[in-house]
């Protein structure tokens, strides 16, 4: 049954906001967008009335959810702080970060042990690049591959909401379901439990994903979903280390972050931000991975550092950050990720599997504190 905007506006109106007057009247609603039956909107209102709209959200999203036809609904509460006299701390007055209102507004300085943990998951860890195009969501896939061929039990959450490219990595076209509590499944494929924001919208709707609905798209993916018993959920972070990725990393109950970088100059420099952002919200460093770290030709198998190999070692060392290891420039790994198989699986025996399998290896070690406890 396809759903329209009506039933969803008729809905809406039943519900009473703080401002006395129904909610579709209270001059807070985004455009609705209602995309195979999954409707996706936001009530945007001021940062210090959040408080008093959370239960309002809450309404509308299980009268939305209770309509013939709906299979997800996703509503945001997004807080925007006015442009103020005196800016807050760490933050531009204007184009300030979203507020999610699942949780309280934190410092950029509030220590992770305050944050809620996800049950059932012993340790979630961001793979963070200072910008787009250096290996990151390949890195993120095959090194969850290679903690899985630890033993370890592991989910994927690619959390790259404005260009989504698990589904291309891992050939993924079928949409999550839901389950009694109405709680999306991830999707399992080569052992993992994985989640992305492109297995609900198409690459192009993406786009309504700019903005406030962010964090809040990724908090409901992170606790919204029946991750089931992992011991460690990988989650691939949008490249760059601007406003939405620190939010990102503020709110999210991290255990440790890795960072990706090329051996290129100004790849380091993204890495260094990148480095400086998650030490800005006390989310350790579990180390530094450099992707594409030098050529190797398929034809002879020799070695060529076009690209200067060896920086992000050095970089890693100056930093006293963990070097996990370097990956080759090679096609097998551009060619296996392209085609929906990630090299790790589907060439388990050969030398690359053994380099991703190595950094888990290192990623596993300094994790083991927290899978150990749970
Ligand atoms: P990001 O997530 O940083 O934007 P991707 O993981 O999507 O980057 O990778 C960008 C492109 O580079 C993809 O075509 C991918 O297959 C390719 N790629 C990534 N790492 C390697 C590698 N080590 N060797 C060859 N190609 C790679």
């Known amino acids: 049954m396809s759903v329209t905007q009506q039933p969803i506006l008729d809905a809406l109106a039943k519900i009473a906001s703080p401002r006395g007057v129904a909610l579709t009247s209270a001059n807070v609603l985004s455009a609705i967008t209602v995309n195979d039956g999954k409707v996706f909107f936001s009530i945007n209102v001021d940062a210090a ?15 939305v959810r209770a309509i013939p036809g709906v299979s997800l609904a996703m509503i945001a509460l997004t807080a925007e702080r006015k442009p103020a006299s005196s800016p807050p701390p760490h933050r531009p007055a204007q184009g300030v970060p979203p507020v999610s209102s699942h949780r309280p507004p934190q410092s950029p300085t509030s220590p992770m042990s305050k944050q809620s943990e996800i049950p059932g998951i012993a340790a979630v860890i961001a793979v963070a690049s200072g910008k787009g195009g250096v290996g990151k969501s390949t890195t993120a896939l ?4 290679g903690l899985r061929d630890l033993g370890l039990r592991i989910g994927l959450l690619d959390a790259d909401i ?5 589904p291309r990595l891992t050939g993924i076209r079928e949409k999550p ?14 052992g993992l439990a994985i989640m992305s924001i492109g297995f609900l919208v198409e690459e ?24 089931g018993t992992l011991d460690i959920l990988v989650v691939d972070m949008p490249p760059g280390t601007g406003d939405a990725q620190l939010t990102l990393a503020q709110n999210v109950p991290l255990k440790g972050a890795i960072i990706i970088s090329t051996p290129q100059d100004l790849s380091l420099i993204d890495a260094r931000r990148g480095l400086a952002m998650f030490r800005k919200v006390n989310v350790p460093v579990l180390g530094i991975v450099e992707n594409m770290s030098f050529f190797q030709c398929p034809h002879c198998g020799t070695r060529s550092d076009i690209f200067g190999h060896g920086g ?6 100056r930093l006293a950050v963990p070097f996990l290891g370097e990956i080759p420039l090679h096609m097998s790994i551009r060619v296996t990720s392209d085609a929906g198989t ?4 589907s060439e388990p025996d050969g030398p690359y599997a053994a380099i991703y399998r190595a950094i888990g290896e290192k990623v596993r070690d300094q994790l083991q504190g927290a899978i150990a406890a749970a």
Request: charged letters at 25%; proline letters at 6%; glycine letters at 2%.
């Open 142 to 145: 095959n090194l969850a591959l």
């Open 342 to 345: 990630p090299v790790v699986e």
């Open 312 to 317: 992000a070692r050095q970089e890693a060392e």
């Open 162 to 166: 404005y260009g989504p490219s698990v």
């Open 177 to 190: 379901e839901l389950n009694d509590e109405r709680k999306m499944i991830p999707i399992q494929r080569f």
């Open 204 to 227: 192009d709707t993406a786009m309504i994903w700019r903005g406030p609905m962010v964090m809040s798209a990724i908090t409901q993916m992170l606790r919204d979903v029946a991750w």
């Open 49 to 63: 009335e959040a408080r008093a709209w959370e239960s309002v959200r809450a309404q509308a999203e299980a009268a």
